[in-house]
């Protein structure tokens, strides 16, 4: 029987609330999300203590909260606490009122926190080596990731909140202020000596303002996917988004789309951050992580023995496979036999890109839109590949796989390919097409669902490709499928094709 999770993460800007239902295999799904914004790190004052005002305003919130646990009928809720509450000297009372509504809080570390940010990344971004870095209210981390091992660690006593009461950004950063707020960040950061390794390396951004960034980049660019997970973003870009919110006083921040009116006067010094970050570390990329400490508690609750997982797509997939119910020896030995064909006719595909990946999600994921109806499956595949929350997929190869899968019918459905032209280049189009007849012909070669057709061998010749079938039984019924893509293929590779 499949048991639900709650996690609490108690930040100094925002206090959340994450459930899962936990199954078979290590699988897990959210079932619900919840975020208010408390803002703890303001109810500190100059002898660090926590405000009553703020306090009353957490407990209700955690009251909420333990009480949708309670009607979700949640075994074990995780509940941490992070900078705000690890500065307060009065974290004991606290502490005593949150014991009174039935929570025990766990106040984590800054290493804690590090490695929990550490943890939810490796487990859902296919990266070796890179710099993290997790912009919280009062705190930012920074983890130093190596052969995908955590290296270094630090949680630094600044968040987007502190630095905006610092250095008092309540409207447009004048020239003076901001000469004291970079001044101050670059003599932080060149502290820390082992940052030096980071020069150069790809950074992660994990936390709300981070993502903010991103989701202001994408409004500005018109980005066709409801993605910020794995979204990409250069120096550049960092720069030019800095630029144009620190002359903005906070009404008109409140305007720019993709910045929320609740973080538009805390955003300036987060940004702040993240550009001289990247500037001092010569760094060119950045990639969002929608993932933080939540998710972090989360993997560490389901692999009990702490080490990330080996193959995150493989995973990804596995949990998504094991929630839709659906047939994964099917799946896998579509998965066979479309790598089989795309290896054997490598050289008609006429690919620059690895795309191992590619076909493994399509191949698996094909049938996930069975789930809501068999006919026009494809469809519905198309849109849940799209919005399953795949991990260790960029969001290229995400597209591809979700067209791929939609072209593994003979009534193919019309895909938008304008809609994704900011991602896919014409080459892909053309790969799309390709890989989606092989990919039909493969479900066509298992059409009975009995296996009979085990593997498959394949000649190609200057007019014709040959594809022979090979079985123990009888594959009458998975030929004659086959064969009807044949006006397709011959469309396609510019070549007849027989199957025997």
């Known amino acids: 029987m499949n048991k639900k999770v709650g996690i609490i993460d108690i930040g100094s800007n925002s206090v959340r609330l994450l459930l899962a239902e936990i199954g078979n295999e290590k699988s897990f799904r959210v079932i619900n999300e919840l975020k208010e914004y408390v803002r703890l790190g303001d109810g500190l004052d100059d002898d660090d203590l926590l405000s009553d005002e703020k306090m009353d305003l957490a407990m209700k919130t955690l009251s909420t909260y333990k009480n949708i646990c309670d009607s979700f009928q949640v075994s074990h809720i995780i509940a941490v606490a ?62 130093l990731v190596k052969n995908r091992d955590l290296i270094k660690s630090v949680s630094l006593p600044f968040g987007a909140i502190t630095l905006t009461q610092h250095f008092h950004i309540n409207d447009s950063l004048e020239d003076e202020k901001e000469k004291d707020l970079i001044n101050f960040l670059k003599k932080k950061l060149n502290s820390l000596e082992w940052l030096d390794e980071a020069n150069g390396l790809p950074l992660i951004g994990i936390g709300g303002s981070i993502r903010t960034i991103a989701k202001i980049h994408k409004k500005s660019v018109d980005y066709p996917l409801n993605l910020i997970h794995n979204y990409g973003m250069t120096s550049d870009d960092i720069i030019s988004i800095y630029n144009s919110v620190r002359t903005k006083n ?207 061998s394949c000649d190609i010749h200057a007019e014709s490709v040959i594809i022979t079938t090979i079985s123990k039984d009888s594959a009458y019924i998975e030929i004659k499928d086959a064969l009807s893509a044949a006006e397709s293929f011959k469309t396609i590779f510019n070549k007849k094709l027989y199957v025997v």
Request: proline content about 0%; charged content about 25%; overall charge neutral.
């Open 82 to 143: 992070t900078e705000a509450v690890r500065r307060a000297k009065n974290k004991t009372d606290f502490l005593d009122r949150t014991k009174n509504i039935g929570l025990d809080i766990k106040i984590l570390s800054g290493n804690e926190e590090a490695y929990y940010d550490y943890f939810s990344t490796i487990n859902s971004i296919n990266v070796d080596n890179a710099l993290i870095m997790d912009i919280g209210g009062a705190s930012t981390e920074l983890i």
């Open 250 to 456: 906070n009404t008109q921040r409140k305007k720019i789309k993709g910045l929320s009116s609740d973080r538009a006067d805390i955003f300036v010094g987060a940004a702040a951050l993240v550009k001289t970050l990247m500037e001092l570390c010569a760094m060119k990329k950045i990639q969002i992580s929608r993932n933080g400490i939540r998710e972090g508690l989360l993997y560490s609750y389901l692999y009990k023995n702490q080490k990330p997982t080996d193959d995150i797509l493989c995973s990804s997939i596995n949990n998504i496979l094991i929630n839709q119910n659906s047939d994964k020896k099917h799946s896998e030995h579509i998965y066979y036999l479309f790598n089989s064909l795309c290896t054997k006719l490598e050289n008609l595909l006429d690919n620059k890109y690895n795309i191992n990946n590619i076909i493994k999600a399509s191949a698996m994921l094909h049938d996930i839109g069975s789930n809501i109806t068999y006919y026009f499956h494809h469809k519905h595949s198309l849109y849940m590949i799209l919005n399953s929350q795949i991990y260790g997929l960029t969001h290229r190869e995400l597209v591809m796989s979700a067209c791929i899968a939609a072209n593994h019918r003979d009534d193919n459905i019309a895909v938008n390919y304008q809609e994704y032209k900011m991602i896919l280049d014409k080459d892909d189009l053309e790969l799309i097409k390709k890989l989606g007849i092989l990919l039909r012909l493969s479900e066509s070669l298992d059409k009975s669902m009995t296996y009979k057709v085990s593997d498959i």
